[in-house]
């Protein structure tokens, strides 16, 4: 992506420094009137309808490649740079993401990402190693998807009685993670990630995540899920507005419980955790706190991705 605009720009610039000794001759300098230069923006990929704002435009799409704009996140009520969703007035812009230290850009920062030619998607970092970005999408990038549905779980080899009435959660989160990945797939500029769950990850409270009650192999995808570790990592607990604005905000209800925005078609998002204690129930993210619920009772799910710096 990044050669491509680079090479735009040396076409662009060719064009004009050919159209400059066109009209200049031999003379070392030579000043032209911007309005006898001519501009078309039609199959250029360019929003610009003249010279200077393409120049002006390729530029900065050459030196900030897929980051559009960040923000620094600040959710306490009243400070003269709150911000949360990155559309409030007193947000505050910031380039971290050019930053090449750890932790440049802290656990909340808002950042609107180029995923792909067309689509650019809000996200919130959660984690900065100073070469790459682990951040979480703003809001869901899927609903209504159970955690592992029956007949994906009897074609991981489980059986029709195991799983039951209200599901099993010992093949993994299959069903969710498909959807996920299905939904994700055509975000070129993100990062794909190879990673195996199931260490680690069934837990019977969020302090306490530290019996395996699944193991799915290696999988290779744009996007992957929230861990219950992770949510914890960040203040989540099973207490009421436990979690930060960022990670519960656009869902049903959030400005009840201290968000700002509410998306009723959302309720809550799936995290990659098994609950450890009883096989039919998932860990989730809900509105202000942490919760589970049974595998096949469709919810959610917000890409995490990685991108570099």
């Known amino acids: 992506m990044k050669r491509l605009w680079k090479e735009n720009v040396k076409v662009l610039l060719g064009i004009i420094i050919g159209l400059i000794l066109a009209s200049g001759g031999v003379h070392a300098v030579t000043t032209i009137m911007g309005s006898y230069i001519t501009y078309s923006n039609v199959n250029s990929g360019l929003s610009s309808t003249n010279v200077q704002g393409a120049i002006d435009e390729l530029y900065n799409k050459v030196r900030i490649g897929n980051f ?3 923000y620094t ?20 812009k910031t380039m971290c993401y050019k930053n090449k230290t750890e932790n440049s ?3 909340g920062t808002i950042i609107r990402y180029r995923v792909n030619d067309t689509d650019i998607v809000n996200f919130h970092v959660m984690r900065d190693n100073g070469s790459k970005i682990t951040m979480q999408s703003q809001r869901n990038t899927i609903n209504e998807t159970s955690w592992i549905s029956k007949e994906d779980y009897i074609a991981a080899g489980g059986t029709n009685a195991e799983y039951g009435t209200f599901g099993n959660n010992k093949k993994g989160p299959l069903t969710v993670l498909t959807s996920l990945e299905n939904a994700t ?10 990673y195996t769950l199931g260490t680690n990850t069934g837990c019977s ?14 999988r290779t995808a744009k996007a992957r899920l929230i861990t219950l570790q992770e949510a914890a990592s960040f203040g989540c607990n099973n207490s009421s507005q436990s979690c930060p604005i960022w990670m ?3 869902l049903n209800n959030s ?14 998002y799936w995290s990659s955790s098994a609950y450890s204690t009883y096989s039919n129930y998932a860990w989730y993210i809900m509105v202000g706190r ?5 595998v096949y009772m469709e919810n959610g799910a917000r890409a995490v991705v990685e991108v570099t710096k």
Do not use: H, M, R
């Open 185 to 194: 797939s055509g975000w070129s500029n993100v990062n794909n990630q190879i």
């Open 68 to 70: 559009v704009e960040a």
């Open 248 to 250: 519960y905000n656009y």
């Open 105 to 107: 850009c802290p656990v």
């Open 255 to 268: 400005t009840n419980n201290g968000g700002t925005e509410n998306d009723s078609s959302a309720s809550v």
């Open 290 to 294: 942490l919760g589970n619920d049974f």
């Open 73 to 92: 996140y600040n959710q306490t009520s009243g400070a003269s740079n709150y911000c949360v969703t990155g559309k409030e007035e007193t947000c505050q």
């Open 205 to 218: 409270a969020y302090n306490s995540c530290t019996k395996n009650t699944y193991t799915l192999g290696s």
